[in-house]
C-alpha cells in the first residue's frame, strides 16, 4: 500500500472504503486493495497535469490534497455518476490552489545576504522639475483641448 491509499484508509470509515471499492457487490465484506491502488495510482498521475509538480507522499500538502482525488476516482468506478463532478471540484478547490503554491517546479527564494532592501525615494523625472513651474504650453496644433487657460483658439 503506498502512504495515499494509507492516508485515504485512516480518513475513511472501514465500510465506506469497502463500499467504494466494491462497485454492486453489497455483500462484499473486505476492501478491493486492486481498485483502492488504481484510485491512488490515478490520482498520483492527474497531479503534475494540474499542480506542475510529482506528486510526494513526503509533503503533507501534497497528500491533503490527494485524498479527495483518491475519494473522486473510486466514485467514478462506482458508477460514474458523481464522480466526474467531484474529480472537476477536487481540482479546483485543492490543486489549482496547490499550484499556486508548490507547483511549476517554483525555487522558494531564500537568501543569506546580510544586506537590506533600500527603502525607496520619491524622484522626480528631469522634466518635471522646478524650472518649468509658471510657463504656459500652447496647445498642439489643431488641438481646443488643452486647458481652459488657453488663450489661443483652436
Known amino acids: 500500500m503506498s502512504v495515499l491509499t494509507d492516508a485515504y484508509e485512516a480518513r475513511y470509515s472501514v465500510q465506506r472504503v469497502v463500499e467504494l471499492t466494491n462497485p454492486g457487490d453489497p455483500n462484499a465484506t473486505t476492501k478491493n486493495a486492486t481498485k483502492l491502488a488504481a484510485a491512488g495510482t490515478d490520482t498520483e498521475a492527474r497531479f503534475p497535469v494540474e499542480v506542475g509538480v510529482a506528486f510526494d507522499e513526503t509533503d503533507a500538502r501534497h497528500v491533503q490534497a490527494a485524498i479527495g482525488g ?25 490543486l489549482k490552489p496547490l499550484s499556486l503554491v508548490t ?3 517554483r525555487i522558494a527564494p531564500s537568501s543569506t545576504s546580510n544586506l537590506r532592501p ?3 525615494r520619491a524622484v ?3 522634466f518635471d522639475i522646478g524650472a518649468f513651474d509658471g510657463m504656459a504650453l500652447d496647445n498642439p496644433a489643431g488641438s481646443d483641448s488643452y486647458s481652459a487657460d488657453s488663450t489661443q483658439s483652436g
Open 70 to 94: 483518491v475519494h473522486a476516482f473510486l466514485h467514478i468506478y462506482l458508477d460514474g455518476g458523481a464522480g466526474p463532478k467531484m474529480l472537476k471540484a477536487w481540482i479546483a478547490d485543492h
Open 103 to 105: 507547483g511549476r517546479d
Open 118 to 120: 533600500s527603502t525607496p
Open 124 to 126: 522626480k523625472p528631469g
